[in-house]
């Protein structure tokens, strides 16, 4: 196992940055999803505090994920992709990490300027990111949806291309961020 | 023979610094904020109508009787202020007015302690309250500060009854002019 990227393919470095970071945001959007729409109750507090919660250590793992592609380039695409395909998926990727760090820092300026602090999972206070103030909370949120929108609609154009490159052009671009190796001629 | 007399019509009339003064709270110049924890972390908010009567001597309080409508609640989250008035936390349609009034009042190193009842939701429990009374700019100002268990007055009851996720403790500080 290699832990580097390398030509071939992504180290198990960034591979479990990929997969760990991926089932969570699923997680978070569903979260999120549900709790946004509970009438103020225990279970919308409950709900709420745990996305926040995730959501700032999801925020926490990009960055560092970032950090460590920065030391660590991924592998180039292979030349059979048509230029403008190998162009928008490093548009796509680098839109990730965009996202990715500004749709938390979003929510974590609305828990901040609605007056809801978050401390993360019961384990320590984080700090406010703004002080109260009812308007820019209102801003805030709108800035989260509209993020988080803009990641969902990437995470769809995401899935759907390494999908086509698994299964219809088999081309071994899905297996650079998968732990075993492709299945020739099948 | 009238003149005479009005010397000695002060022996009559209380000497205004042993007298006591009673004043109106000023509810418009003051703040009552809380804080309580929500899920591990600090929430704040205030009540924005209060009011009642202070009496003192010099500068010794000597009565307190002040109340609170709790539907003036405000916490900047308009949901939030919504559910505090539901039966759960302050059932303000069946209790509009929170109370305090006291029964003694003790002078203590440079602040002085009020005992009496607190009222919320029909249940009154004894509290001692510390406070001070000032002069400043020339208004007579009451401040201090105090921490409440919710629960014993039924604030928060049923599944908000979970003090981990929404704390037993509230802190309470306020501040008010007299008129
Ligand atoms: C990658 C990270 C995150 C993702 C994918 C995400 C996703 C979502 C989604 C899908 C919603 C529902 C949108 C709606 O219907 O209103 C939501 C709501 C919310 N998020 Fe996040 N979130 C993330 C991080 C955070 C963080 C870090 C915080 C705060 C520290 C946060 C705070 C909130 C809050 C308070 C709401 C409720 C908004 C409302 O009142 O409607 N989120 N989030």
């Known amino acids: 196992m290699r832990f580097r990227n390398s030509a071939e393919g992504y ?19 569903g979260m999120g999803l549900y709790a946004a729409d509970l009438p103020v109750s225990l279970a919308r507090l409950q709900w709420l505090s745990r996305h926040k919660s995730l959501g700032l250590g999801i925020l926490a793992l990009v960055l560092l994920r970032f950090a460590w592609r920065s030391l660590n380039p991924p592998p180039a695409l292979p030349d059979s992709m048509p ?6 998926a490093v548009a796509t990727h680098r839109l990730f990490y965009v996202l990715l760090i500004l749709a938390p820092l979003a929510g974590w300026f609305h828990a901040s300027a609605a007056g809801l602090s978050v401390n993360w999972f019961g384990l320590m206070q984080v700090p406010d990111l703004v002080s109260k103030d009812r308007e820019l909370a209102e801003l805030f949120k709108l800035t989260h949806r509209v993020l988080v929108g803009l990641l969902a609609l990437l995470l769809v154009g995401h899935i759907g291309a390494a999908l086509h490159h698994a299964f219809l052009r088999r ?4 297996h650079r961020m998968l732990p075993w190796r492709p299945r020739r001629n099948v | 023979m009238t003149r005479r007399l009005i010397p000695l019509l002060f022996l009559f009339v209380p000497v205004p610094a042993s007298a006591d003064d009673c004043r109106a709270v000023d509810g418009a110049r003051g703040s009552v904020s809380f804080e309580v924890r929500q899920a591990g972390s600090p929430f704040r908010g205030m009540f924005r109508g209060f009011g009642g009567e202070i009496c003192f001597t010099q500068d010794r309080v000597t009565r307190i009787d002040v109340w609170l409508h709790p539907a003036t609640v405000d916490t900047g989250l308009p949901e939030v202020d919504a559910a505090l008035k539901e039966t759960e936390f302050f059932a303000v349609k069946e209790f509009p007015r929170l109370a305090f009034a006291s029964t003694s009042v003790e002078a203590r190193e440079g602040r002085q302690l009020a005992h009496g009842a607190l009222h919320i939701k029909g249940k009154g429990h ?9 002069q400043e700019e020339g208004r007579w100002v009451v401040s201090g500060s105090l921490t409440l268990d919710r629960l014993r ?7 908000w009854s979970d003090t981990r ?3 037993a403790e509230v802190k309470v500080v306020f501040r008010a002019a007299l008129r």
């Open chain 1, 11 to 29: 180290g198990i470095i960034a591979q479990a940055f990929h997969w760990i970071v991926a089932a969570l945001v699923f997680v978070q959007i």
């Open chain 2, 165 to 167: 996720w929404l704390g």
């Open chain 1, 171 to 174: 081309d071994g671009v899905m």
């Open chain 1, 83 to 88: 230029r403008w395909e190998r162009r928008a």
């Open chain 2, 126 to 134: 004894n509290l001692d309250v510390p406070f001070r009374l000032q």
């Open chain 2, 153 to 159: 007055y039924g604030i928060g009851t049923g599944e």
